[in-house]
């Protein structure tokens, strides 16, 4: 029997058993699309990131106190290290030691509320270099001025807050000139933002911005800063400008071996790898599992094909007395079971691309997040080989079984 009319049985054989053919496939099409729901939300969560990343421009570099975090909890740790002076930011501006510098402004977390009139806002305070920020960030006034060095130099008690926090606490007045307070102490508001959104992980529209110096003194009563934010003259001088850094901060901490520093630099490349790699790692990790629930449906999907091969062990001698080897009979079996194992995985696929699809509208409009729907044509193509693969590996037993019958036995078989 040649593998056209092979393939043809195969068919009439499944058709002829459409419930018990679907029981066969339900595990495999759970298992692909699954599969394809996590590389689509896997690729959808980079490009999210990659794009909020993006504005804060390719000439950002950010040097951040204590060793380079492992995990979350290192990450916390770090951002309240003192290592960071003020010896350290007069280091760095002087030319000689970072030529290709172009800007420089140390940052101070606050954390809090920000309140006027008895309203609150759970706000996201800085002190900053509100011009650095702006910069930054693309962020643009919507009225009042932007605070610059005079203020920072004399420790002004002056701030720019986002638009949410003015429509929170400025419902129906003019916020310029008006007092918030920050941990008790009055900030006049000199300048509002324009909405702008979300950008590199936390909402610009909800920042509260007052001179870092400030921030240090009054706000924090600390003499160290939670991070350094630079900015080099150009993208192609970012890694030159890293390597004057590092060995700047070496020479005024005292360090000779790089593995002992006390603090750490981060650039933009250098975070997209690192998300790149955080979201590759736990793609991983999830088609792993989800790779183990794909063998357990190949379990079932070789259980229901030697049930088919004992219901069908009359059939099997009725053409084995007609003159069909034990390679029509093999080959007949294993095109049935990789048939419908690879019909799941396109099932899968399809089902796995509507809920990405529908996730992706729901995140869109019910998150507030600019979350594109992704497709990937390598995840659909692998899912295919994956479950013809399967189809193939467990099918073995199942036709060889059927194949080894004796047509005599076979057609006694009731």
């Not at 049985?9 to 729901?37: A, C, D, H, P, Q």
């Not at 993208?235 to 000779?256: F, M, Q, S, Y």
Request: negative net charge; charged residues 20%.
């Amino acid at each position: 029997m040649n593998l056209h009319n092979t393939f043809k049985t195969s068919i009439i054989g499944l058709k002829v058993n459409k419930v018990r053919s679907f029981l066969t496939i339900l595990g495999i099409v759970i298992g692909i699309s699954s599969i394809i729901l996590i590389f689509s939300i896997g690729k959808g969560a980079e490009n999210l990131i990659l794009d909020q990343l993006g504005g804060i421009g390719a000439e950002t570099i950010i040097i951040r106190p204590g060793q380079e975090p492992k995990g979350l909890n290192d990450f916390a740790e770090s951002i309240f290290q003192d290592s960071l002076k003020t010896r350290d930011v007069e280091a760095l501006q002087r030319k000689e030691n970072v030529p290709h510098l172009s800007q420089i402004a140390p940052a101070v977390i606050v954390p809090g509320s920000v309140s006027y009139k008895g309203e609150t806002f759970k706000s996201t305070n800085f002190g900053w270099s509100a011009e650095l920020m702006q910069e930054m960030y693309g962020a643009e006034l919507e009225t009042g001025i932007i605070f610059g060095d005079r203020e920072i130099r004399s420790k002004a008690s002056v701030t720019i807050i986002g638009s949410d926090v003015k429509d929170e606490l400025f419902p129906y007045e003019d916020p310029l000139g008006k007092n918030i307070k920050i941990k008790g102490r009055n900030f006049k508001v000199v300048g509002v933002l324009a909405p702008r959104g979300s950008i590199s992980g936390f909402n610009i529209d909800q920042i509260v911005v007052v001179p870092y110096s400030t921030a240090q003194k009054y706000l924090m009563g600390i003499d160290y800063y939670n991070e350094i934010i630079l900015k080099a003259d150009s993208p192609e001088n970012v890694d030159i400008t890293v390597k004057d850094i590092e060995a700047t901060l070496r020479e005024t901490h005292g360090i000779t071996d790089p593995d002992k520093d006390d603090f750490f630099v981060i650039t933009q490349e250098g975070m997209v790898d690192q998300i790149g790699t955080i979201l590759s790692v736990l793609t991983i990790f999830l088609s792993a599992v989800v790779g183990i629930a794909l063998v357990v449906g190949g379990v079932g999907v070789m259980n229901i094909m030697l049930v088919s091969v004992t219901e069908r062990t009359k059939e099997i001698g009725l053409r084995k007395a007609i003159g069909a080897t034990n390679k029509d009979i093999m080959t007949q079996f294993l095109f049935e079971s990789v048939i419908l194992t690879v019909l799941g995985g396109i099932v899968g696929i399809l089902i796995g691309a509507t809920f990405s699809f529908l996730t992706a509208i729901i995140l869109t409009n019910f998150a507030d997040l600019d979350w594109r729907f992704s497709f990937s044509y390598g995840a659909s193509i692998l899912a295919i080989t994956v479950s013809a693969f399967i189809g193939l590996v467990f099918g073995i037993y199942p036709a060889r079984k059927a194949s080894h019958k004796s047509p005599i036995e076979a057609l006694r078989y009731e």
